[in-house]
């Protein structure tokens, strides 16, 4: 069920306790890729999952603001701090608990979110009367997880497969041609740069002209079946 568009009468008749809450961002992708990106991609995997699933789950509305500060020099990228990403996040799974979806699944599209995402889970499993998880879809991939750069050739493919008219073909090659080939600045170990045009002048990193639509539908699938797998096992855990 599609929360979003469900009445509460339809939210009522639900009959699962399992839920997923796509994540992402506001925040820049190269100038061929919206601003949305990482949200839209969380969604289309929760769907994809949603369908796949054998038993009923029901898809949250999005929450499109993430820690991503470093992205702060392309304009447009709105982001949250640590503290208040946890605490909204928190919220609005507890609000899921209270209405009887207890086994909550965050199904998260941006990298930077990835360490706050684990402790609000661990907070709400620890203190509350539900359970919760975070799963990045591109860490379920596999090999092709190696590519996954930011607003490279990945998340230019999932565009292309699910929201074609949102990618500006024109400026791809563009995109391309001023893109860094590594994240980071890195000596030692250690990442010299915290936001992102220490190294890279467009906000991209990699190669969107390598990600085409054929290559989304690949990468949604191996998402959505990893996704799926992991509900099985949420749905088997003990909540007590």
Partial sequence: ?????????DADAAG?????????????????APLSTDILIAEAVADAAAAAYD????????????????????????????????SALRDVTTSLIHNG??????VNGHGGNIEALDEVAADVSRHED???????????????ATKMGHAGPLETAMLRAHHPGLVHEDRVEAARDGASGRWGAWTSGVNL?????EFTDNGVVGDPTAGDAALGHELTEL??????????????????
């Fill in 1 to 9: 069920m599609d929360l979003p568009d469900a009445t509460w009468t």
């Fill in 16 to 32: 699962t306790d399992l839920a997923l809450l796509p994540v992402g961002s506001t925040e820049q992708h190269g100038p061929h």
């Fill in 55 to 86: 038993d009923e789950v029901v898809v949250a509305p999005p929450f499109p603001y993430g820690v991503s500060e470093e992205h702060r020099a392309f304009r447009g990228t709105l982001w949250l701090s640590p503290e208040t990403f946890r």
């Fill in 193 to 197: 740069a915290h936001d992102t045009d």
């Fill in 101 to 106: 979806w207890r086994r909550v699944i965050y």
């Fill in 223 to 240: 998402a959505a079946d990893g996704l799926a797998e992991l509900l099985d096992a949420v749905a088997d855990r003990p909540l007590d």
């Fill in 130 to 144: 539900g359970y919760a998880v975070a799963f990045t879809w591109f860490n379920a991939i596999g090999d092709h």
